[in-house]
């Protein structure tokens, strides 16, 4: 039997633990605390930090694991292409391509002299300065890290040093990026790259809460393909893969689409952290997800054809105040009785796992339609 390590036990580490155990893989979860829902949900739990190269590689060898990876967490990816790498196991992305994805203005830098990547941009090192900007609005955030923390909209000067001191609080090397803040529709799209060329291609429009936490999402959607913006789409990744070298694996790009047509925000090494996989699967009948892994475990991409005609579906998530207390009753206010899938991630009489103090993801559900 094979056995995987999966780097952190929140809930989009559960649907890679699910989906390799479905597989008949004996499954371990590691974290700096026993906490989340992938601490039961795998076979083993592990209390080991996921960004502990070091501790990761002493347990992945000790346990003689056959795949070490993660989904939907950037702060995990260069752990597991360092220890995959040191260890001989299987990986898409090396740490080079890793640590260009994973610091912001390295991007920028390698995606400058493309329209998609020509944004106008500084980068604020420890104790630099940000005199001579004036660029607004802008937008100011973390150089490295994930889940919109740090972030700020600003429209003057005066508030930018508060934002680029708030930003500097979240970004682990201590790096700060402020950028011209781009307007319009957002939309992602998931890649797949084979033999340094993009195979798959699936656009969803990416819509934002409209609350105080900048770029929250509160829905995706799929829905019919536009040959017209597709083509551009297509152009935008093949080019970029090209500029980062990219050979095989997953991307995930988020873009928004200005008046001078789109824009790349940002780059993962790595599948979404919203659960994407589901609504790609049952739109267009194609798990993503369970490709990914089994082309870690040794076997071909699948074919795409099925993306080619999605049904229009939308992925909504159930946002309320951190303090919320689960009840049946909200469950039955918020939940859809058509919908495809349903999935709360708080459980009735608790409130949700706390990371800020304004709003807090409690679950999610796929209907159909957009």
Not at 151 to 160: E, N, P
Not at 228 to 241: G, M, P, W
């Amino acid at each position: 039997m094979s056995r995987a390590l999966i780097l952190g036990t929140l809930a989009g580490q559960v649907d890679a633990v699910e989906a390799l155990r479905a597989r008949g893989v004996e499954v371990h979860t590691c974290g700096h605390r026993a906490e989340g829902p992938g601490v039961t949900a795998a076979d083993a739990f592990h209390l080991v930090d996921i960004t502990d190269i070091d501790a990761v590689a002493a347990l992945a060898e000790r346990e003689e694991y056959d795949l070490v990876y993660s989904v939907g967490s950037d702060i995990a990816m260069p752990t597991v292409t360092a220890v995959s790498e040191r260890l001989g196991l299987p990986l898409f992305h090396g740490s080079a391509l890793t640590a260009v994805l994973r610091q912001k203005h390295v991007m920028r830098e390698r995606l400058a002299h493309l329209p998609w990547g020509s944004v106008e941009n500084l980068t604020v090192p420890p104790g630099g300065s940000v005199e001579g900007w004036s660029t607004y609005p802008a937008i100011v955030k973390p150089d490295d890290s994930q889940g919109q923390r740090g972030i700020t909209i600003v429209h003057d000067g005066a508030a930018l040093a508060s934002a680029v001191a708030f930003a500097r609080e979240h970004s682990r090397g201590g790096v700060v990026v402020v950028e011209q803040l781009l307007q319009g529709p957002e939309v992602s799209a998931h890649v797949v790259v084979a033999d340094g060329e993009p195979t798959l291609i699936l656009p969803s429009d990416r819509h934002v809460w409209d609350g105080p936490l900048v770029g929250i999402p509160r829905a995706h959607t799929i829905e019919k393909p536009d040959p017209e913006f597709h083509a551009v789409v297509t152009r935008l990744v093949t080019e970029c893969v090209e500029a980062l070298g990219v050979r095989e694996g997953p991307l995930y790009f988020q873009m928004i689409v200005t008046g001078k047509g789109p824009r790349v925000v940002e780059i993962a090494s790595r599948l979404d952290g919203c659960h994407l996989w589901r609504l790609i699967k049952l739109s267009t009948g194609v798990d993503l997800l369970d490709a990914v892994l089994g082309r870690l475990l040794g076997e071909p991409w699948p074919t795409w054809d099925a993306t080619a005609n999605p049904q229009p579906m939308t992925l909504e998530f159930f946002l309320d105040s951190p303090d919320t207390v689960v009840t049946e009753e909200l469950r039955s206010a918020l939940t859809d009785p058509n919908a495809a899938f349903v999935e709360w991630q708080v459980d009735d009489g608790t409130a949700p796992r706390r990371t800020n103090d304004v709003v807090a993801r409690l679950g999610y559900q796929v209907r159909a339609g957009t």
